[in-house]
Every structure is written in structure tokens, then in C-alpha cells.
Nanobody, 124 residues
Framework: QVQLVESGGGLVQAGGSLRLSCAASGRTFSFPTAGWFRRGPGGERELVATISWIPSITYVADSVKGRFTISRDNAKNTMYLQMNSLKPEDTAIYYC?????????????????WGLGTQVTVSS
């Protein structure tokens, strides 16, 4: 059974940085597409970034472009989200997700596997 587990969330001041990790168990992290979603207080789950397996094509939402970077280490079965210059509006639960086909999608139902999420709180 495939499981995705996020880690690295926490409380940080505005302008600070965090790096989220998503580890896969039960199989290698060779999902054609994997990514990060987030859900802010009272909001819906929104796409933050995705990365494909081969080639390593990335997508980053406009709201975080220039501040967040997605990457993956296939040897470690892990995907990362480096978050810099954090803002209070980045406060959310961040979810790792993966799908069995290539291509970015902002639709949550297009993803086959999900982690339980990790809380990121940015104080002003």
C-alpha cells in the first residue's frame, strides 16, 4: 500500500523559510507527476506546485512563484518544497499528492495518492 508522509511544517515568522518533505513508502517515488497542495483557514485545497518524473518539469503557482521551489530526490524517495520569503497568507495545511499520469492538474480528484498534511503557520 502506497503512503505519502509530509514533514517539515511549523511556525515561522514572516520572511522566514521552511522546507517541506514528502516521503513515499510502499513503492519508489517514481510517480509521473507529484506535487503540493495547500488549504488555508476556511479555504479550499489549492495547487501550489508540481514536478514530473522524467523529464523533471516543474510548475509553480503564480501566488508563490519566485519564493517556492519544488524538487525531488528519486534516490531518497522524497519530494521537497522549499519555501522562502514566507508571508502570513501562506499559512495553511500543506498536502503532498501524486498521480499515475503525466501532466499538471489543479483538480484534487486527478491525484491518486495523498498525505495527511503538515501545518505551516506564518506569523506577521
Amino acid at each position: 500500500q502506497v503512503q505519502l508522509v509530509e514533514s517539515g511544517g511549523g511556525l515561522v515568522q514572516a520572511g522566514g523559510s521552511l522546507r517541506l518533505s514528502c516521503a513515499a513508502s510502499g513503492r519508489t517515488f517514481s510517480f509521473p507527476t507529484a506535487g503540493w497542495f495547500r488549504r488555508g483557514p476556511g479555504g479550499e485545497r489549492e495547487l501550489v506546485a508540481t514536478i514530473s518524473w522524467i523529464p523533471s518539469i516543474t510548475y509553480v503557482a503564480d501566488s508563490v512563484k519566485g519564493r517556492f521551489t519544488i524538487s525531488r530526490d528519486n534516490a531518497k524517495n522524497t519530494m521537497y518544497l522549499q519555501m522562502n520569503s514566507l508571508k502570513p497568507e501562506d499559512t495553511a495545511i500543506y498536502y503532498c499528492a501524486a498521480r499515475s499520469v503525466f501532466g499538471t492538474s489543479a483538480r484534487t480528484y486527478d491525484y491518486d495518492y495523498w498525505g495527511l498534511g503538515t501545518q505551516v503557520t506564518v506569523s506577521s
